[in-house]
């Protein structure tokens, strides 16, 4: 009798195991976990900057250290403290693909692993905690519109679209990637697990999205309502794209794309400062009171393909000049790996070449100091109403919150100029933001070749 009991529970269990596994296998095979997030690692930052009182710092991990490594960048997390930076962005972490594949970062063979070029999840922790230890948040960068030629995804045939020869294919010729298929409702599942997957196990902080423009809008509102679903986190989500309709799927920022183009022909071209006042109103369509652009004069890929800041913006003086425009006019400052030190050569892709002397032109690094120092010390700066008064030759503004006012003047121009200051500047009396010496203004100012001022009241 026991026998045939015990039969009859073995059958059952068998039943139930295989009910199990038919519930648990998708197409091809694949198992999907019906409960797929990992256990939260850590504890989560609660000191995730506003999204407007931002400071963006990002890591090139094969420049930024002569490891080439996260230990590289944890060994010198207090230096980007001490430059202002209150976000840390890390380029791509994930395994790179080596079918077709020209070792881009930003070919990714899998979503849920370490490179160990860069080293173990350990080390990401590592880093990732010693950045909350010293008050920045860690934002990873997120691929989301193809992946590498041998991802493991590449099972799930129906997970790419196919070209009319029903072929997979690579987009923007691309031909190290391959298109994923945002009609495939299994698929854009699996990317957001794979995205909290980051938050949870490595207690991340957001995600910098690469080439936003490239899925539909619709994924990323299903993404971001799903990420801000994690309720124990504050997330901050940064758009690499300029698509109309972007800030409206949730995310805190956009890209400067159109900023930096438009700097780059005031400087390269003689383009009038007030073209500059088109693009803050470009930029910022559809954008609510606490979302922003995200502004900078150099990062990984112009960096490459245009070159340096010194090369683009009139040398070191004139690069400072284009940084206090990005920092203080109407955006959210990010500073590029070495930028501080004025690297004077290329970080050409794939980023294995020369890495950052740290020790190049420490004025320049104090000079950063100063800039991102007063930005972070003033609410006007950061969420200001901004009023333009800019000229020909000189971008100028004021960034007014409550009762302090704040007016810039930056030459743009390697030579001198006289600029005619406005109405409720000229004639008053004002304090020098970065020395606190109070100055009482005329009715005009000669600003030496990428002069700047910057004064407060």
């Not at 010693?130 to 990873?140: D, K, N, T």
């Not at 994924?219 to 758009?239: G, P, V």
Request: charged fraction near 20%.
């Amino acid at each position: 009798m026991k026998t045939a009991i015990s039969l009859i529970v073995l059958i059952s269990l068998l039943l139930v195991s295989a009910a199990c596994e038919k519930q648990d296998v998708s197409d091809n095979n694949n198992i999907i976990n019906p409960n797929p997030d990992p256990a939260q690692y850590g504890t989560p930052f609660q000191g995730v900057p506003d999204a407007r009182d931002v400071v963006i710092y990002q890591v090139n991990m094969r420049a930024f250290s002569n490891t080439r490594n996260f230990q590289g960048v944890i060994a010198r997390l207090d230096s980007i403290k001490a430059l202002g930076a209150n976000v840390i962005y890390l380029m791509p972490i994930y395994p790179v693909g080596k079918l077709r594949a020209f070792n881009s970062p930003y070919c990714i063979k899998d979503y849920k692993a370490v490179n160990a070029e860069f080293g173990t999840l350990a080390d990401l922790r590592a880093l990732i905690d010693g950045a909350h230890e010293r008050g920045m948040a860690v934002i990873l960068d997120w691929v989301a519109n193809h992946t590498a030629w041998d991802h493991e995804w590449m099972s799930n045939p129906t997970w790419y679209v196919k070209n009319g020869s029903g072929e997979m294919y690579s987009p923007n010729g691309w031909n190290d990637v391959v298109q994923l298929n945002f009609s495939n409702t299994e698929m854009r599942e699996e990317m957001i697990r794979a995205m909290k997957f980051w938050v949870l196990t490595a207690n991340c902080d957001g995600f910098r999205c690469d080439y936003s423009d490239g899925p539909p809008l619709n994924f990323w509102k299903q993404a971001i309502d799903s990420l801000r679903n994690i309720k124990s986190h504050k997330l901050l989500l940064l758009a690499e794209g300029t698509k109309a309709g972007t800030f409206s799927q949730g995310f805190d920022y956009t890209f400067g794309f159109r900023f930096y183009d438009q700097m780059k022909k005031v400087y390269a071209n003689n383009q009038a400062a007030t073209t500059i006042d088109n693009i803050n109103t470009t930029e910022y369509s559809g954008a609510g009171d606490n979302q922003r652009v995200v502004r900078y004069i150099t990062n990984h890929d112009v960096n490459s393909s245009d070159g340096t800041p010194i090369d683009l913006f009139g040398g070191k003086e004139g690069s400072m000049a284009a940084f206090v425009v990005a920092a203080y006019m109407n955006g959210v400052p990010m500073v590029y790996t070495g930028q501080e030190v004025g690297t004077p050569y290329r970080i050409s892709f794939p980023f294995t070449g020369n890495t950052i002397n740290w020790t190049l032109n420490p004025s320049m690094t104090a000079e950063y100091k100063k800039i991102i120092a007063f930005r972070n010390s003033s609410a006007a700066i950061r969420r200001g109403t901004l009023t333009s008064h800019s000229t020909q030759d000189v971008c100028a503004f004021t960034k007014v919150s409550g009762t302090e006012t704040v007016f810039v003047a930056v030459n743009v121009r390697n030579s001198t100029t006289t600029y005619t200051l406005p109405d409720g500047v000229s004639n008053s009396v004002w304090n020098n933001a970065f020395t606190g010496t109070q100055v009482t203004m005329d009715a005009e100012i000669s600003l030496g070749p990428y002069e700047y001022y910057v004064l407060t009241k």
